[in-house]
């Protein structure tokens, strides 16, 4: 049976699989998702749909995200201990991930200011919703974060014992809705377009 | 079995087909909805399922890599599968080595480099073995490995070779794996050409190895084809839906 080569550019059908020629481009490989490179060609890694105006391949299923250093992320507070806060991160930027990665934010990174004075307990509590920003892998599991920005910190805070909602008062204050008693946290500047970030 | 024929005098072999030619392959992608990717594939009357997990997070410290991510294979045949009940489906001494040659095969051909820091799990289990158990698993795993979404450079298309009678025989059943002739399984990339897995069970002649090894390239090149358009209608498919 005759063999035919396929290693023809692809730009009429629909999709795109692992290993299929694309079109030459003069963007590098690096930056761009779904493409690899192999003796000068570019190449399609996964399985997609060709975007025109970059030759990127944007993939019909939604790509596991890696948190990059500098990604903001939302996380959930786990535990609070004098020296860290262990949290589970749930976003990357606008993506939630389908499972949450751990994550963990140090007594010298929760705010950029009079870092020695800094207590963990008055910062964060178990539950509270945090935008932080990924710094880096650390040497164990957990990803190593800060909130050391005035538009990173506690976003979201409910009072633990009857779940009402928490509103910010001030940079260092949250007040119960209910009962109108005030919590110390880290209070993040809320802007509008988080989910941009 | 001295007088088994396995070719013809007409050049046909004991289920009727010709020397080169494969068996029936189709496919059901995406059959399970708890994995990320899988994949049940069956040519002629070998049927296998492929599960893929991932990336997901390591979760055992020692697995982490900080470059690239970490694969885990499993390699395993139901109790159910062979004409002799097996007593275990996994942890034998072949399926562990099978395991562990899977796992180099799409180690070369997943782009390990992107997921630094996290895991891909494959699970694989052969549900009924009529020959051609590890080429089939590996067919299985590509289309489950392209379901999940994980970058890879190509598919990894595999077949079985053997030589009988000076013929190259491609994508043997259990007779013929079972015959007097050495078997060949080799896993290549097809667009590039590039072997990422050989295995040669019994000694083959080396005059032999060329010829045989072409013949098996020649039929991942039409594996490849026949799964490029199974995945296609896949698409087609779940696009339309």
Redesign the interface.
Known sequence: ?A??S??TPLTS?P?V???DKLPPNSDSANNRT?V?V?DGGT?S????KVTDSKSTVK??????M?PEKGNIVLCRVLSVSQISAKVEIISVGSQVL??P??GIIRREEVRASEKDKVSLFQSFRPCDIVQARVLG?GE??AYVLTTAESELGVILARKLCHGGRMIPVSWCEYQCSVTGKREKRKVAKVINNISSN | MADFEYLSPEGLRSDGRRPQELRVLSCNISHCLQADGSAYLQQGNTRVIATVYGPHDVSRRSEAQHDKAFINCQFSMATFSTSERKKRPTGDKSCLETSLALKKTFEAAILTDTYPHSKIDIFVQILQSDGSDKAVSINAITMALIDAGIPMKDYVCATSVTLINDTPIVDLNYFEERGPGPELIVGTLPKSGKIVFLQVNSRLHIDNMEKVLKEGMNGNQRVHTILDTLIKKHLEKSILT
């Open positions: 049976m063999v035919t396929k290693d059908t999709f699989l692992p290993g779904g690899y192999r190449y890694s996964i399985c997609g993939p019909l299923v939604p790509p596991f890696c389908k499972e990665l751990m892998l164990g599991q």
